[in-house]
């Protein structure tokens, strides 16, 4: 069932993604060459409780693995999501994806970016750039009247004229009371097909490409995703609102 928000809940929304992106920018300052990646989940952890929040993936469970540990996810490289931060040492030349969910009077926020560890290929560079074009071709696609497909349908047709592919067995989704609500928004699909979008939907949009092959598997940890073929892969991700008939991002810094 797809939860419509009051424009009160929406404001508490809000607030959890304006957290998410300020955590956002931390990372992107902090993630250069040397650093570990659980280094990065303490700067994270403790700005979100600075703020009187909750990490949201911080003992996030599902079924057949532990408790999430971490406060961000931090997939490097072929890592496509849900990578454990740890004592893994950023080099040169790597690119991280890293995603972050707040909780806060009880509605969450979740948003994501990859980020460059100092110069990187023009190939990863590439797939950066598209990666992060379809989540905004896709989020104009997010108004009333059209549906669930417009937004995958754009999201695919921009990777796939780069090269690139889109991973199948991951997707968006709607969030706001719960970190994931319905509906499921893939990022790849047909125009006209799938939910109606409607005034009042909160979702997280938030394609994820690889390089090369659309294939994945889950590491033994449970968590980690990463690509079949080692290829890199890259994530972003916007928490929107549909409010008067279009979206508005509110996980924008």
């Known amino acids: 069932m797809v939860l419509i928000k009051t424009k009160k809940e929406i404001d508490f929304i809000r607030e959890s993604c304006q957290i998410v992106a300020e955590v956002l920018q931390l990372m992107k300052r902090y993630a250069k060459p040397g650093i570990t990646t659980i280094e990065l989940d303490k700067i994270a952890e403790d700005y ?9 993936f911080k003992g996030y469970s599902q079924a057949g693995s532990f408790d999430f540990p971490g406060s961000i996810c931090s997939s490097v490289d072929d890592e496509v999501v849900h990578g ?32 460059a560890i100092g110069k990187i290929s023009d190939e990863k560079q590439k797939l950066m750039n598209s990666t992060e074009k379809s989540l905004y071709l896709g989020i104009v696609e997010a108004n009333i009247g059209n549906k669930i497909g417009d937004i995958a349908y754009a999201i695919q ?7 690139f592919s889109v991973v199948r067995d991951l997707c968006g989704h709607g969030v706001g009371k719960h970190l994931h609500e319905d509906p499921q928004i893939p990022n790849y699909g047909k125009r006209g097909t799938g939910t109606l979008i409607k005034n009042g939907m909160t979702l997280a949009i938030e394609p994820m490409i690889n390089l090369g092959s659309f294939k994945v598997y889950v590491e033994d940890d449970g968590w980690t995703v990463k690509t079949s073929d080692g290829l890199p892969s890259a994530h972003f991700e916007h928490t929107i609102a549909i409010i008067d008939g279009k979206a508005e991002i509110l996980t924008k810094c």
């Open 48 to 56: 979100i409780l600075s703020n009187n929040a909750r990490p949201a």
């Open 84 to 115: 454990i931060p740890g004592n893994r040492i950023l080099n040169e030349g790597e690119i991280i994806s890293i995603d972050v969910g707040v909780e806060k009077n009880q509605y969450f926020g979740d948003a994501a970016l990859t980020i």
């Open 157 to 163: 047709s921009e990777v796939e004229s780069n090269g």
